[in-house]
């Protein structure tokens, strides 16, 4: 007898949808498979402690400024961002600075990386986390990996992010450079519709 994979989806009595031929050419499977990481970038997940007075999490533990999460990168300075509903503060680029990120969980904001370091094992490749969002986590940025973020809560956001270069207001004298917003397309910024 044949099982039910050796017969065709009409004799298994499947009903077969047939798409209009203008959306043939746009229909597409959702990819749920995991997508490679940028080389350097590394998401490490933090404890949050919950009581019935509220929360409190650990971000990082420093021996020698190195933190424990991270080995290799020496603190340098720590900064607090606010950021408005609705708005894009993309891209930020270093050559020499790398940050790590940390996104209170109640607030919401989506964190864009591309890696666009020439010769890199993942050059090109872009990321997309949801920073805060009901979770804890730090997320290590490399030098070399174009950065972006936008609020999307109804209320202000709040970034902590450490760094290992002092940051200058001098042109040149920090590690501060930009590329356009939307240097891999402006739909990034959306939420996913899927």
């Known amino acids: ?87 894009i503060k993309a891209f930020h680029l270093h050559h020499r600075q790398t940050d790590v990120w940390f996104v209170p969980p109640e607030d919401r904001v989506v964190l864009v990386l591309v890696d666009v370091r020439s010769g890199s094992s993942t050059e090109k490749t872009v990321t997309k986390l949801m920073l805060g969002d009901g979770q804890s986590i730090l997320v290590r940025i ?20 450490m760094t290992d270069v002092h940051f200058s207001p001098e042109p040149g004298a920090g590690d501060e450079g930009r590329l356009p917003w939307d240097l891999v397309g402006a739909d990034i910024w959306e939420p996913s519709k899927e």
């Not at 021996?63 to 340098?76: E, K, R, S």
């Not at 950065?147 to 109804?154: I, K, S, T």
């Open 1 to 87: 007898p044949e099982t039910g994979a050796e017969l065709g989806p009409e004799e298994r009595g499947e009903v077969i949808v047939k798409l209009t031929s203008e959306l043939k050419s746009l229909f597409t499977y959702q990819d749920y498979g995991k997508r490679p990481p940028i080389e350097g970038v590394v998401v490490h997940a933090l404890r949050r402690f919950l009581d019935d007075g509220g929360s409190m999490t650990e971000l990082a533990r420093f021996d020698g400024g190195v933190p424990a999460a991270f080995p290799g990168f020496t603190l340098a300075q720590i900064n607090y961002s606010v950021l408005q509903p609705s708005v």
């Open 142 to 161: 490399p030098p070399g990996v174009a950065h972006g973020c936008r609020n999307l809560g109804a209320g202000p956001a709040r970034i902590v992010y």
